[in-house]
């Protein structure tokens, strides 16, 4: 705090709020008058002035009105702030130590107040009272030393100033060493001296800020004992101000010497007398020790008994998980009967990893069997594990399974029956198509998108379908789209973002291109397939058997091409008929977004539903789209060690992905 300006005189309206303020403390409190001097020094900054109706002045008016109920003043200092940022602004208050906590609070609110009155435009402003100080900043204030501005009151003289100072000198080294190291509470020291030739006794005190160091105080005293040289050598009572210190000598004792000792943890060294009461403390501190320990030790133990109970509830739960199975379960009589001995009549389908058949159980629920082909290479208890966590996957757009049989070399797997077949099955069929209008097919994209979500961020596992295609995505009565094929998942590590793998499961003209090429698969490659599937719903025609005639070009490149030059309608369904072109035309170009080469510019599928759900939001240009193996090539197996497993119809493969 630098630059000050002094108030020497007091205005007419100072007078009168002075002798308001005085005329209250002898009604309130009789005894603080006692102790007060009739003059009052403040200073108020000159660095910069703020308006009386600004935030930051507001700001101070609520701190300082606030004071009295929020103030616990034990020890005779408290800190306090009100506001943010550059309208913050900060408060401290200090008594003298023999004050007692009532009228220190008296004392701190009376100087506040009337230093608000007193610098109505100064961001800070520092008043003394005789027994307290109080200041207020617009910067941090709280452990910051700060002698400037320095101030004296003196009265009296002394005959010999030679003697005077040498009695001094050693006074106030005393206080200033034990005033500085007195502790958080108080750092304040009052001592007695003999001066000789006029025959009295010197009475001072050295008081710091407590929030100072011990260094900071002992340095702030060094200056106010300085300041003495240059204004008051000589006189016989004296008093220095600073905002963060203070000294004064007097002849008459001014402070209560029972009142200004520091709290008891910051007291010097007992005495003598005072060893029976150190010993108690000891004991007393021991005992505290030795039942701390105690009840630590306790703690540990109910800790590892805790741990040991939790973990052995944690293998009961995987073992009722494990036999939760169990009514899962279905006897192979009871599904042979159910699909009249898995009669060709009720065939559903067939893919690498097995053939799906229609059944009927006894009481009359439909269902559709799928029976896995010998040799999946899976242990019972691999397999059993598998189920029970596809079992608990519940989401409108994915095939529920009713359960699994497990009998010898046999390996079922029971879903629920969805009588639309499979969405390939009308979208590539010239004469079904046509029942699918735009926003059937929509639809469709909409609900296979909120299944794969859930899959991928929104179920308990993280899971890889890896083949997502339209035969593996279902359709209900009302033709809600459902997707299928999660028999063959299996676990991997927890919380990969990406996966690699020697033996590639999928199906040619859906899978990503560093899946196909590298084995690297994470969630951005069932988001490939999603944008592949996306425009054979627009266009009506499967991705591996398109070709243009013209370039020869795939889908991916014809639509790519097409939206580039601006002619997407060249590769919309004319079966569409009726339709709304910008939210077809919008949907190519999210499809487009999401078979681009590099996975990382893919979207992810939460950022594909807001695009569907929200017209509003701007979709980004894509690049081209990644050009691969068709399906009438076959890999290079001396380039590649992968082992490239490729499905014609049904097959699948599904990676879960704990998390």
């Known amino acids: 705090m630098q630059k000050y300006r002094v108030t020497i005189i007091m205005s007419t309206s100072r007078l009168s709020l002075f002798f308001f303020y005085a005329i209250l403390i002898i009604l309130v409190n009789p005894t603080i008058n006692a102790q007060r001097d009739p003059y009052v020094l403040h200073e108020c900054s000159t660095t910069g002035n703020v308006t009386s109706n600004s935030t930051l002045r507001e700001n101070l008016n609520t701190l300082i009105s606030t004071l009295s109920s929020n103030t616990q003043i034990d020890y005779g200092f408290y800190n306090f702030t009100a506001g943010e940022g550059t309208n913050k602004v900060y408060a401290t208050g200090l008594c003298r130590a023999d004050l007692s906590p009532t009228d220190c609070r008296s004392c701190v609110n009376m100087s506040a107040h009337e230093l608000l009155q007193l610098c109505p435009t100064q961001k800070e402003g520092v008043m003394w009272y005789m027994n307290c100080t109080a200041r207020y900043s617009n910067n941090s204030i709280f452990g910051v030393m700060e002698t400037k501005p320095t101030r004296a009151l003196t009265s009296g003289n002394v005959s010999n100033l030679t003697e005077f100072n040498a009695v001094l000198e050693p006074l106030f080294y005393d206080l200033r060493v034990r005033a500085s190291a007195g502790g958080i509470f108080r750092k304040i020291a009052v001592g007695t001296a003999y001066y000789k030739s006029d025959n009295f006794t010197i009475y001072g005190l050295m008081q710091c800020s407590p929030d100072l160091s011990e260094m900071d105080c002992s340095n702030c005293l060094v200056v106010a004992q300085n300041y003495i040289q240059g204004c008051c050598s000589g006189n016989s009572g004296l008093r220095i101000l600073a905002p963060s210190c203070n000294l004064r000598i007097e002849t008459d004792q001014f402070y209560d010497s029972t009142l200004v000792q520091s709290p008891p943890s910051l007291s010097p060294p007992p005495s003598k007398g005072k060893r029976s009461n150190s010993s108690k403390t000891i004991i007393a501190i021991v005992v505290v020790v030795v039942i701390l320990v105690v009840i630590i030790i306790c703690i540990c133990i109910s800790l590892r008994v805790r741990k040991q109970r939790k973990k ?28 009249d001995n898995f009669s060709d009549a009720n065939k559903l389908g067939q893919g690498g990893f097995g053939v799906v058949y229609k059944g009927r159980l006894s009481n009359g629920q439909e269902i559709a069997v799928k029976r896995l082909s010998q040799g999946s290479g899976q242990g019972d208890l691999e397999f059993k594990n598998e189920i029970l966590l596809v079992a608990k996957l519940q989401h409108r757009n994915l095939v529920k399974l009713r359960g699994f049989c497990l009998e010898g070399c046999e390996r079922l797997l029971i879903y629920e029956f969805v009588p639309n077949g499979s969405l390939d099955q009308v979208i590539f069929d010239p004469a079904k198509r046509a029942y699918l209008d735009w926003q059937r097919r929509y639809k469709i994209i909409e609900g296979i998108a909120r299944g794969l979500l859930y899959l991928h961020e929104d179920s308990r596992l993280r899971i890889i379908h890896r083949d997502l295609k339209t035969s593996n995505v279902l359709l209900d009565n009302e033709m809600n789209p459902k997707i299928a094929d999660f028999g063959m998942a299996r676990l991997v590590i927890l919380d990969q973002t990406h996966i690699n793998t020697n033996r590639i499961v999928g199906t040619y003209g859906y899978m990503a291109p560093e899946y196909a090429y590298h ?57 569409l008929g009726v339709g709304s072109t910008t939210e077809i035309i919008r949907c190519i170009h999210i499809g487009l977004l999401c078979v681009q080469e590099n996975a990382a510019d893919r979207p992810t599928m939460a950022s594909v539903v807001l695009m569907l759900n929200s017209n509003s939001i701007s979709l980004s240009v894509p690049s081209r789209p990644a050009f691969f193996i068709h399906s009438n090539v076959e890999p290079d197996s001396q380039s590649d060690q992968s082992i490239l497993l490729a499905s014609t119809n049904d097959a699948s493969i599904t990676v879960l992905h704990p998390r």
Not at 546 to 561: I, M, Q, S, V
Request: proline share 2%; net charge negative.
């Open 519 to 575: 084995g690297h698969f994470s969630v951005k490659s069932d988001v490939f397939s999603f944008g592949v599937l996306v425009l054979e719903m627009i266009c009506g025609q499967k991705n591996g058997y398109f070709r243009n005639e013209e370039n020869g070009e795939d889908l991916l490149t014809y639509a790519w091409t097409n939206w580039r030059n601006m002619t997407a309608s060249n590769i919309i369904d004319p079966t």
């Open 312 to 339: 052995a509830k944690s293998k009961l739960k995987i073992v009722d998980e494990i036999s939760s199975t169990e009514s899962l379960h279905f006897d192979f009589p009871t599904i042979r009967v159910a699909t």
